[in-house]
């Protein structure tokens, strides 16, 4: 006896069914609406890895210097990125634990002039004056922590205009030697590829942070404080490690930054410069890519755009300011890559 297999007819759907669509095949580009694959992502970052290393070798020393500058502000604005984007503090102050940093880097460059030495030495200067200051900022929230963590960065450049060697003229440094034995990096090109290699370390350290449960814990501060409390959760020691960290990436930047300019003043730690990190961080909307791709932006906005308009790059980043406070909260999160949450 011969049987014939058939497929079953599907079932309709009940009155109370939700309809669905069957699955369709994706032709060519994505729909701007899907998330980007795990490949397709993985081509992008090693698509801008590759610009990004063979980029001394494709422009001049401009914008070199220029595109050093930029990765020094996106290790800051990592920093900014930390409290705000993490934990719901906005931080205007980070420019003066990125002058901690500077100055440490500065006074260990008397002794030796290896980088890696002064990328540690700066962070741990930046991450101890974070620790004493932070005791005072994390007790406030909203927009007192906004003026608080500012009155600390002006008591900070305060501080190095009567203290920090060099006063307000500042202090020269010598060129940074990347490893044992080799030459001091004096041409452009090699400084930003030091500077590169920097920020991308830190830049992978951070996303390990974001996808642990520190940083879900401080999700949940950010989202909802007194649950949290009730639930056992001490938030004050929480908010103070995330601040010392942010402070420790902050003095980080302030290393890199001298390996830039072989120069520390206590203008690095001006209010405007904080001002930029926020903003980066504001345009990155919660994302850490974003904040990064904000402050290079920025950082082109004010001294290129700004060059080209006739020294009008404050003025660009004070318009930049304004309409991140009143537009609305879209920036650039739908063109940058969000780190994913922890999921218990």
């Known amino acids: 006896m011969t049987t014939t297999l058939s497929p079953s007819p599907s079932p309709s759907p ?5 309809a669905t669509r069957p699955p369709t095949s994706r032709p060519g580009l994505l729909p701007a609406w899907l998330p980007p694959t795990a490949g397709a992502v993985a081509l992008a970052a090693a698509a801008a890895a590759a610009a990004a290393v063979a980029l001394p070798w494709l422009v001049n020393g401009y914008v070199i210097a220029l595109a050093a500058t ?5 290790v800051l604005a990592m920093s900014a ?3 705000v984007g993490l934990a719901g503090l906005p931080p205007l102050g980070q420019a003066a634990y990125l002058a901690v940093g500077a100055y440490t880097a500065a006074t260990i460059a008397t002794l030796t002039n290896l980088g890696p030495i002064q990328l540690l030495a700066a962070t741990a200067g930046g991450a101890v004056a974070a620790a004493v200051t932070g005791l005072l900022a994390v007790r406030t929230r909203g927009t007192t922590f906004l003026m608080v963590t500012f009155g600390l960065g002006e008591l900070l450049h305060a501080a190095a205009n009567a203290w920090a060697p060099g006063g307000s003229e500042g202090v020269h440094v010598t060129p940074v030697v990347a490893l044992p034995g080799l030459p001091a990096m004096v041409r452009p090109g090699w ?11 830190i830049g992978v350290g951070v996303a390990v942070l974001v996808r642990t449960r520190f ?12 649950r949290m409390r009730a639930d056992g959760h001490h938030t004050g020691r929480l908010l103070l490690a995330a601040y010392v960290i942010a402070g420790g990436i902050a003095g980080a930047a302030g290393a890199l930054l001298i390996a830039v300019t ?11 410069v904080s001002a930029l990190a926020l903003a980066a961080a504001l345009i990155g909307s919660g994302s850490m890519t974003g904040a990064c791709t904000g402050a290079i932006l920025l950082v082109v906005a004010r001294d290129w755009v700004g060059g080209l308009l006739g020294g ?13 406070a009143y537009l609305p909260r879209h920036r650039l999160a739908g063109l940058t890559i969000r780190f994913p949450r922890r999921r218990t």
Do not use: C, K, N, W
């Not at 940083?215 to 007194?226: D, N, S, T, V, W």
């Open 191 to 201: 400084v930003y590829l030091y500077v590169l290699a920097g920020a991308l370390l």
């Open 312 to 324: 009008h790059g404050p003025t660009l980043l004070g318009l930049a300011f304004l309409l991140l």
């Open 262 to 272: 072989r120069y520390v003043s206590p203008a690095d730690a001006a209010m405007g």
């Open 70 to 74: 930029g990765l020094v502000m996106a």
């Open 215 to 226: 940083a879900l814990l401080l999700r949940g501060i950010a989202a909802h404080e007194p």
């Open 81 to 83: 990125q930390l409290l």
């Open 14 to 18: 009940g009155p109370g069914a939700i």
